[in-house]
């Protein structure tokens, strides 16, 4: 292996400026265009703050460019006082001309202003519907039918299920759907027993052995397993010594330990390996409502013990709805999240900052572009949501003010409106300290 892709700057910086640089471009786009459809008009575009790198003006007399520090980006409109569209530059406005000032931001109807600026995080929205669409449609989305869509080639030699089975009761129990075989499968893992399959001639009792190993099929970026080198494909064969022969014997064993660092034993094909992790403490929704701390190492088994669900590439209407049902998931999880955190039962550790947003979108990188891609859905959801909170300095403190503008019938005094930015300008780094201390401590 190339010592190169060893290097950070190709393994956490380079996907991390990708993730990033893709999030505030659309983010930014959304102001700028929708700006430029009412009529206002806009100065400077920017990715990234500081230092330019390069820059370019186009016809319009707007300029272009990209800055040293790749944490972020904004649109100048004409009239603004700084990048943040915090004031009004009173002078820069004296010295504009009639025509001039009809495109300046701060002198629009305040319509005008309110959906540019709601402009940004819906853009960030509308693009991790796309991205979700388009993953549903390239590598499909799994239907939940009691059939055996495919058997992979590590599959048990003794399993008894066929590609194309129609599965109809395991045991005598009948199941409907995928993931009622797979519950049923559970309950008999490791044991010889028979399933009632429809192969296409009628119903027939075959003898199956389902064996469901304690296989990696997917590690998760930023979990414990990705950070102790965990690959798809190990199979855990034991935890602290005690056997683990299957992925729910696994489970339980990561879960009773509490957080606890465990030593893990791996077989990586002809190879075997100890590896140690300390599990994440996550909060999960728990079986009779609100929700529960677990202990997690952040993989997944997606092979169900040799059998895969059938799966179609999503038209794209359905691409679409899956897009908006992602979405919207990602959002509720964030609030109830941060609703946690306010009412003391979310854990405030798992909040990240710019480094775990790095690792992580190189843990994506490595899983390849698919990976990558649903990582750029997430975060452009969660940066269009964050800028929707009604703290001044961000999106929704703007909408905040234009909404008191518009039931007033006139603009809050320039001085509370810098008190608010100053407070909200605080807030926001508070947080970002917070949350690189959080990465720190990792």
Do not use: C
């Amino acid at each position: 292996m190339s010592y190169i892709a060893e290097l950070p700057y190709v393994g956490w910086v380079l996907p991390f400026l990708i993730v990033l640089g893709v999030v505030v471009f659309v983010h930014e786009y959304g102001h700028y265009i929708v700006g430029r459809w009412v009529g206002i008009r806009a100065e400077v575009f920017s990715i990234g703050f500081g230092p330019e790198l390069f820059a370019w003006t186009d016809k319009r007399g707007m300029r272009w460019r990209v800055g040293a520090l790749p944490l972020g980006g904004y649109v100048k409109f004409a009239g603004d006082m700084n990048a943040a569209s915090a004031g009004m530059d009173r002078a820069a406005i004296a010295r504009m001309s009639a025509e001039e000032r009809a495109g300046a931001f701060h002198l629009a109807p305040v319509w005008r202003r309110a959906v540019t600026v709601l402009a940004g995080p819906l853009a960030n929205f509308l693009l991790s519907i796309l991205v979700f669409a388009a993953v549903a449609m390239v590598a499909g989305r799994e239907l939940n039918e009691p059939v055996v869509g495919s058997v992979r080639a590590d599959a048990n030699a003794d399993l008894g299920l066929l590609a194309g089975d129609r599965v109809i009761a395991v045991e005598g129990v009948h199941v409907e759907t995928f993931s009622e075989l797979l519950e049923e499968l559970a309950k008999v893992d490791g044991v010889p027993a028979r399933a009632l399959v429809n192969r296409g001639a009628g119903e027939e009792l075959v003898d199956i052995l389902y064996l469901r190993p304690a296989r990696v099929d997917e590690v998760i970026p930023g979990g414990a397993a990705a950070e102790a080198g965990l690959k798809s494909g190990d199979v855990i064969e034991a935890v602290d010594g005690v056997p683990t022969p299957n992925f729910d014997a696994l489970r339980a064993r990561v879960e009773a330990s509490g957080g606890a660092a465990l030593t893990l034993d791996v077989a990586r094909g002809e190879e075997r390996l100890a590896l140690s992790l300390t599990p994440q403490m996550v909060d999960m929704a728990a079986p009779g409502g609100g929700t529960e701390r677990r202990a997690m190492i952040g993989v997944r088994n997606a092979s169900f013990g040799g059998i895969e669900p059938l799966t179609e590439a999503a038209n794209p209407a359905d691409a679409l709805l899956h897009g908006v049902s992602r979405t919207w998931a990602i959002i509720t999880g964030t609030l109830g999240y941060i609703g946690g955190m306010i009412g003391g039962t979310a854990d405030s550790s798992q909040l990240g900052g710019p480094i775990q947003i790095a690792k992580v979108s190189g843990q994506a990188a490595e899983q390849g572009i698919g990976t990558l891609a649903l990582m750029i859905a997430l975060i452009s959801t969660s940066i269009g949501l964050i800028n929707l909170f009604p703290i001044p300095v961000l999106d929704g403190g703007h909408l905040v003010f234009y909404a008191l503008e518009a039931l007033r019938g006139k603009p809050l005094r320039a001085r509370w409106q810098e008190i608010g930015n100053g407070v909200g300008f605080a807030a926001i780094m508070l947080l970002m300290v917070f949350a690189t201390y959080n990465d720190l401590l990792r």
